[in-house]
């Protein structure tokens, strides 16, 4: 693989989110690339050149920079917006990608599950389609890799390497039509319909998509790849690397503060969650393996098939459930104290809804209603029922997610890890059968409490945060002798009650 992407040029979309950064630090730190166009989009007051810039100074990079100081000179941004009709890039920047590009790795999308439907169709539909005819006409291209995800088709829980049109309630080309005659307010209430059985916006467009490049790839050397839940790093390039609250996260996250108590969550459902430089290992073996078939076609004559798809999900001979995925973290509680939190840390699982409603007034709803109030008599302004209330409705878009249990087949997947060498194997491990999940708990945990609560990761640090804990554990435990015991105290009250009004009627 180091040999394929040697003096290549890649051009990747989405390459300033979280699994964009990784795609890109691995492609410097491990491969000869000659340059990389990133499409950014521009921001108010902020040339793309400067955002690329400030790089140099984030946590992803920094081992990187140590080891080739001036690496970062080979990345070359794209001004552009996949939410554009054009993808928003001016015509010299198209020669140029159409002259110089052999690597295209989609993966800007818009992952917010609560979208309005035209502007999830916009960038994660539409986009794709533009992506393509950008990608036509590269004279050089060798491999296109479509991000998508595994939940495009989570409307059956048999999910093959496949495609599904089935599911959907209208062809790709006519919805797209559709929404170039329709204004927004118009086609947003179609949605509804459009959407029919998918649970969003989300899992709805990157359905759509696929099917876009099924129809309309021709003899493109594309592959559809579909990860699951992508979550921190494991190894690489920094152990537990996370920049922000994505997914799941953010019950543990909430949970080492202190803030969450309670969560409508199905201990016994899969949690279909992977490390990103996992991800991004299997992304850049999977632009390899597809230029190579491509080429092998191309010598043999064979006209290209529908683009190949790749499941990537936790392996069945070593899946973790949502309990393990809570379990594991909170058995680190006081390995990885987070100092600023408000509360001991504890989180109770439920599948019943009515009862997450009445257990999170009392867990989230009461205490921070208490909080607000004491914010206020310090003339500061309240936050915690603001807080909790977009929590729980997060909860509410994430729910259908940590109820269910999809099934998975991987064998195109399987058989890219197999035909890797033993060195590739080692350089861009993604093997999921063999990772230890006590192991990379502990690396997340770690890195959750670093780069996202910037805990001071030190062992003073630590046992300042462990003291803090401390303190919370005892607290903890007089509010629960209080409550049991008011309780205790109210039942006797009323067993006594009955026993008098009892002995008053027999006499």
């Not at 810039?53 to 970062?72: C, N, R, Y």
């Not at 050089?140 to 495609?163: G, P, R, W």
């Not at 202190?258 to 949690?271: E, H």
Request: with cysteine.
């Amino acid at each position: 693989m180091e040999g394929f992407y040697k003096n290549k040029t890649i051009f990747i979309t989405g390459g300033s989110g979280f699994v964009g950064k990784v795609t890109i630090e691995k492609l410097l730190r491990s491969t000869d690339v000659k340059r990389i166009y990133v499409l950014i989009r521009p921001k108010k007051g902020q040339e793309v050149q400067d955002r690329i810039a400030g790089w140099k100074d984030e946590v992803v990079f920094s081992q990187l920079l140590k080891e080739k100081p001036e690496i970062l000179e080979r990345i070359v941004p794209i001004s552009g917006d996949c939410k554009e009709p054009d993808l928003g890039i001016s015509q010299g920047d198209r020669e140029l990608l159409a002259r110089e590009v052999q690597v295209v790795v989609h993966g800007a999308a818009t992952v917010r599950f609560t979208e309005p439907l035209h502007l999830a169709l916009d960038v994660n539909t539409r986009a794709a389609r533009l992506m393509l005819e950008l990608a036509k006409s590269m004279t050089q291209l060798e491999a296109f890799v479509h991000v998508s995800t595994a939940f495009t088709n989570c409307v059956t829980d048999h999910i093959k390497e496949d495609y599904y049109p089935e599911h959907l309630t209208c062809r790709a080309d006519k919805v797209l039509a559709m929404r170039d005659t329709l204004s927004d307010e118009l086609f947003d209430k179609m949605a509804p319909v459009l959407v029919g059985k998918y649970p969003n916006t989300y899992a709805y467009t990157k359905a759509l998509a696929e099917e876009v490049l099924q129809k309309e790839a021709g003899d493109l050397p594309l592959c559809i790849y579909r990860p699951a839940i992508i979550v921190t790093s494991y190894k690489e390039p920094v152990e537990g690397w996370i920049d922000n609250v994505y997914g799941p996260t953010i019950l543990l996250y909430g949970t080492a503060l202190g803030y969450l108590r309670i969560t409508p969550l199905n201990t016994n459902a899969n949690a279909n969650v992977l490390p990103v430089d996992y991800c991004v290992n299997l992304l850049l073996a999977l632009a390899y393996r597809t230029a190579e078939e491509s080429a092998n076609r191309k010598l043999e004559g064979i006209s290209a098939p529908p683009p190949t798809i790749y499941n990537y999900v936790p392996s069945k001979k070593n899946m973790l459930t949502w309990g393990g995925f809570v379990g594991k973290t909170a058995a680190l509680a006081n390995v990885f104290p987070f100092e600023q939190m408000i509360w001991l840390p504890f989180l109770q699982l439920t599948t019943n809804i009515w009862l997450f409603k009445v257990l999170s007034t009392f867990y989230h709803l009461v205490p921070g209603f208490l909080m607000d109030l004491a914010l206020r008599l310090k003339g500061q302004e309240p936050r915690m029922i603001k807080m909790y209330n977009k929590f729980h409705n997060t909860m509410h878009v994430l729910e259908f997610f940590g109820a269910n249990t999809w099934h998975f087949d991987t064998g195109n997947t399987e058989s890219v890890w197999e035909s890797l060498t033993p060195e590739d194997q080692e350089l861009y491990p993604f093997d999921m059968s063999t990772l230890d999940w006590d192991d990379y708990f502990y690396r997340s945990t770690g890195g959750m409490r670093v780069y996202l609560g910037k805990g001071d990761p030190s062992p003073e640090g630590i046992k300042r945060a462990q003291r803090v804990r401390a303190r919370y554990l005892i607290l903890h435990r007089l509010l629960q002798l209080v409550l049991y015991g008011g309780s205790l105290a109210i039942l006797g009250c009323v067993f006594k009650s009955l026993l008098r009004s009892t002995h008053t009627h027999t006499h």
